[in-house]
């Protein structure tokens, strides 16, 4: 539906396309055409009004969304925050396990130089004890060789005596 102004409501008038004076007739259609425009004017008051209503809901919408969306963000924020501080206490934990696992290692690590320390020297300890068991082997054989000897010769010597003795 298409609406139009009343050009006489801006203080323009309408050029007749016949110049005829206004008669008592025409006055008739100038009062109804105010009536007509005043009905024109309490119609667009009502359609203004219409549209402000509608405007202010709207308005409201879109103030409940804001409301809602910051409501949302906050909770977002805490949630964020939540995990912020879960994250560090996490990566703090961790650093401090990092930290003991390093020192444990360290710790395991002079232990087992200490280890090898004391395998080194009850190594040496052995290739020396080795080298002595070797020597007194030797010398334990060669004692051993004296004494078949001296035994040989005792026996020899048992022999040489009970045969000077039946003499």
């Known amino acids: 539906m298409h609406k139009e102004l009343n050009p006489e409501l801006f ?3 309408k050029v007749a396309k016949s110049s005829m004076m206004e008669s ?4 008739g259609t100038t009062g109804n055409s105010y009536l007509n425009t005043d ?3 309490f119609e667009l008051k ?3 009004q219409a549209l402000a209503d ?3 809901k709207v308005v409201g919408t879109v103030n409940e ?3 809602t969306s910051n409501i949302k963000f906050e909770k977002q924020s805490q949630l964020l925050s939540r995990l912020e501080q879960s994250h560090n206490g996490l990566a703090t934990e961790a650093g401090q396990k990092i930290t003991q696992l390093a020192q444990r290692v360290n710790e395991r690590k002079s232990l087992d130089l200490k280890v090898q320390e004391m395998v080194d020297r009850h190594n040496n300890v052995i290739k ?3 080298v002595r068991m070797n020597h007194l082997q030797k010398l334990l054989a060669e ?3 004296q004494m078949i000897s001296a035994q040989a010769a005792l026996n020899e010597a048992k022999m040489e005596i009970a045969r000077l003795k039946r003499l």
């Open 11 to 13: 203080g323009e008038k």
């Open 24 to 27: 008592p007739a025409n006055l």
């Open 39 to 41: 009905r024109q004017i």
């Open 46 to 48: 009502a359609q203004n």
């Open 54 to 56: 509608q405007l202010n």
């Open 65 to 67: 969304l804001i409301k």
């Open 128 to 130: 020396s004890f080795e």
């Open 143 to 145: 004692k051993e060789a």
